[in-house]
Nanobody, 115 residues
């Protein structure tokens, strides 16, 4: 059974930092590309960052230079280090494989940035 368990969200002030974690189980990890997504109220889910099997990364323009995605293949965890947070980063953050695991998504972790 595939499980994606996100954690690390919280309430921070503008300019603050958070580190999100996504623990993956039930699916091959090291050979896959993994990504973080976010969904703000009233908006569609958007891709924030992705990391390939070799560690290559790509980011949405809105987070470049502020967010860093990384992975631990041994522990099967995907991280998202978020710095210089802005109110517009407020959203529920999810992780998933690329391509996605169909309808399988975790519960997400709420990030709220106060101005």
């Amino acid at each position: 059974q595939v499980q994606l368990v996100e954690s690390g969200g919280g309430l921070v002030q503008t300019g603050g930092s958070l580190r999100l974690s996504c623990a993956v189980s039930g699916v091959l990890f090291g050979v896959n590309t993994w990504a973080w997504y976010r969904q703000a109220p009233g908006k569609e889910r958007e891709l924030v960052a992705k990391i390939g099997p070799s560690g290559s990364t790509d980011y949405a323009d809105s987070v470049k230079g502020r967010f860093t995605i990384s992975r631990d293949n041994r522990q099967k965890i995907v991280y998202l280090q978020m710095n210089i947070l802005k109110p517009e980063d407020t959203a529920v953050y999810y992780c998933n494989r690329i391509p996605s695991l169909g309808t399988t998504w975790g519960q997400g972790t709420q990030v709220t940035v106060s101005s």
